[in-house]
């Protein structure tokens, strides 16, 4: 699948409209010969159009320089990512990849054909003095067909290639002064269906837990595209977004009371993710400097990316499995439930408090027993504690937010000795009699001292009372 993306404006224009002469703007040299297209299009939607009302678009197309099946999701600001795919199999089956793309979106419902738009496109090429294109301005003449019923209209879009937002903002100056006007709608075919959209959700909520809530749902659906694509990223704020959610869930258990078995449906998730971003990072930890370690160690390095390249593979093959699956979606179905969720315990800060207090109690213990497995334990805790802390951050001000940044530094320190256990046992785990195998074991046991020595300075840091006072 090709992923591209896409940066252009839309205008609705009169019929009798003429596109005005660009040449001399923002760098345009050459403005002419423009080239006809006519252009084919079936689209592709639910039966309550979940697709245009979350602002994505899925088509079918002939015709033109990218005829293909194409799937437009909203990008960065106002761009637009685009999805391609060739004309392949039947013309009335989605492509499977392009339905996983916007799965979260619409779970169980079918995607079916909602209209067809037949465009008569003039595309003008906007080229700067060497005779780079910088963009391209598409007169369309549309004939759009829904319902048996049929509309027609002109537009114009300008897309850049090699210009900038300046060239933008020139041309459209002068499309809105030769009769142009910013399209009211975000897509042709929104336009014939008189541009519906979600319904209105009403004010965000004032009380930070449930605000916290909202914002882990929405990390988990939006990340769920990238995941199934196979992007290392996605995987991991997604995994970050369930993980916060379930230990919500956890620190704030009256609030949630009725979602207490939600707990183990996260973890399911969380724990599938983790068998794909585990074997990613453990990778990039163990062979790093490997390259030019000498010729020795390669024999090592094959032995771990093999190894470590089946374990991703694996998780990989389970995750895309798990997440076309109806447990998958029943949890998706349930974290909506949780984002409408309107009343809280009273005194949720006390819960934050006590997170924390549990968090440096366990330290305590696994500071002076020296144990590997209480340290995990701690590190544990204290991802719950500073999750807890991030709900009430923003509204504390600067100690707030030094108090999760220092959290967060206390965590990586513990993350790190926890990594070159597990890296130790991996090892142990694959070459257990090789000499330089037991090299890179030493290497992490080496990790795991150092982080440990590094402990003392960041509690100091995680503990003074100015940015702990706010908690109560």
């Known amino acids: 699948m ?3 993306t896409e940066t252009e404006r839309k205008y609705d224009v009169p019929t009798e409209f003429r596109l005005p002469d660009l040449t001399g703007k923002a760098g345009i040299s050459n403005s002419d010969g423009g080239e006809t297209h006519d252009l084919d299009a079936t689209y592709f939607d639910t039966d309550d159009l979940a697709l245009m009302r979350n602002r994505r678009t899925l088509r079918r197309r002939s015709g033109g320089s990218d005829a293909g099946w194409h799937l437009k999701t909203p990008g960065q600001g106002t761009d637009r990512t685009e999805h391609r795919l060739p004309l392949n199999g039947a013309p009335e089956t989605v492509p499977a990849e392009l339905v996983g793309q916007v799965r979260a979106i619409i779970r169980r419902q079918e995607l079916k054909p909602i209209a067809r738009l037949r465009t008569q496109r003039v595309e003008t090429p906007l080229r700067d003095a060497k005779g780079n294109t910088l963009a391209l301005v598409a007169q369309d003449q549309v004939i759009a067909e829904r319902d048996g019923h049929e509309q027609r209209w002109q537009e114009v879009e300008v897309e850049l290639v090699d210009g900038g937002p300046k060239l933008l903002a020139a ?20 336009r014939a269906f008189g541009n519906p959209t979600l319904p ?3 004010p965000p909520s004032k009380n930070p837990v449930l605000r916290y809530v909202r914002e882990q749902h929405d990390a988990i659906t939006e990340y769920d595209p990238g995941v199934r694509r196979g992007d290392p990223e996605a995987v991991h704020k997604m995994r970050v977004g369930t993980r916060r959610l379930r230990s919500t869930l956890k620190t704030f258990k009256r609030t949630f009371a009725e979602a207490a078995d939600l707990n183990e449906e996260l973890k399911w998730l969380a724990d599938l993710l983790g068998q794909v971003r585990d074997g990613q990072v453990q990778e990039g930890k163990l062979l790093a400097g490997l390259d030019e370690a000498g010729p020795q160690f390669e024999p090592v390095a094959a032995r771990i990316r093999e190894h470590l390249d089946a374990q991703v593979a694996a998780g990989r ?6 997440l076309e699956s109806e447990r998958y979606l029943t949890l998706l179905d349930r974290i909506d439930q949780l984002a409408r969720q309107r009343t809280v315990e009273p005194d949720p800060l006390r819960r934050a408090h006590k997170s924390l207090a549990k968090a440096d109690a366990l330290l305590d213990v696994a500071l002076a027993h020296g144990e590997d497995h209480e340290l995990h334990d ?8 500073r999750y807890a802390v991030e709900v009430f951050a923003a509204e504390a001000g600067d100690p707030g937010k030094q108090l999760v940044k220092v959290l967060t530094e206390l965590q990586d320190v513990l993350g790190a000795h926890q990594d ?12 257990p009699d090789s000499f330089w195998f037991g090299v890179l074991w030493a290497r992490q046991e080496q990790v795991g001292k150092d982080t440990y020595k590094e402990l003392p300075v960041v509690v100091e840091s995680s503990r003074r009372k100015k940015l702990r006072r706010w908690l109560g």
């Open 171 to 190: 041309v459209e100056k002068a499309l809105l002064a030769a009769g142009a006007a910013p399209a009211a709608g975000p897509s042709k075919v929104a």
């Open 378 to 385: 701690a590190r544990k805790a204290y991802k719950r504690a």
């Open 420 to 431: 070159s256990v597990v890296a130790r046992e991996l090892l142990h785990e694959i070459g």
């Open 2 to 4: 090709e992923i591209a």
């Open 200 to 202: 209105k959700a009403g």
């Open 317 to 322: 093959a389970a995750l895309d499995e798990a």
